[in-house]
């Protein structure tokens, strides 16, 4: 038996504004190599609406044309050497890369990701928010989380890539967008 020898994931999140106008999406029922399956989009939904809930902020509602706007950029990341760079569209972004498994006898497969897994990784950076201040503890990272339970946004749809290295790109997008400098996620 072979165990993998390394396993990576990166977070970002950025905010930017621009007009950029959403085409109605048409994702894939199951997940494959593109798209998420409606299990992924059920999981990501829950796992925003249970941070969410923890800070007394109303639930995110799946948007179709957000989906297939983080889908669209998902899959140009990918075809672009899976760089990990936002969209600069008006809506608040999360992005995630998982690397993939490499074995010690040279196989290289997709990770098992989940949406619970994605929304987890950037809740978790709870720790680091600290609301009485609000900024992030020094020298960490806390703008993904903000983003998920910011309390005016609305709508939540994401998107996810394979990468010809078989990592994966999953793009969450919000509106409104959140992160507004100089205001308070809720």
Not at 65 to 73: D, Y
Not at 78 to 91: R, V
Not at 161 to 168: G, L, N, R, S
């Amino acid at each position: 038996m072979t165990l993998p020898s390394t396993s990576c994931l990166a977070l970002l999140l950025c905010l930017w504004t621009s007009t950029a106008a959403h085409a109605q999406p048409s994702l894939p029922a199951t997940a494959g190599a593109q798209g998420l399956s409606t299990a992924q989009r059920a999981d990501l939904v829950g796992e925003h609406n249970r941070w969410r809930t923890r800070v007394g902020v109303p639930p995110l509602r799946w948007s179709e044309t957000l989906a297939a706007s983080a889908q669209r950029w998902a899959t140009r990341l990918a075809t672009q050497g899976c760089q990990l760079q936002h969209s600069h569209g008006a809506e608040g972004e999360n992005i995630y890369w998982g690397g993939p498994l490499t074995w010690s006898d040279g196989r290289v497969e997709l990770q098992p990701v989940t949406g619970a897994a994605v929304a987890s990784a950037w809740g978790g950076e709870s720790a680091d928010y600290r609301p009485a201040t609000n900024d992030c503890a020094p020298g960490r990272v806390c703008g993904h989380y903000t983003q998920m339970v910011w309390a005016d946004s609305q709508e939540l749809g994401c998107g996810r890539q394979v990468c010809a290295d078989q990592a994966q790109i999953w793009v969450c997008q919000y509106l409104p967008a959140g992160n507004i400098v100089g205001r308070r996620p809720y």
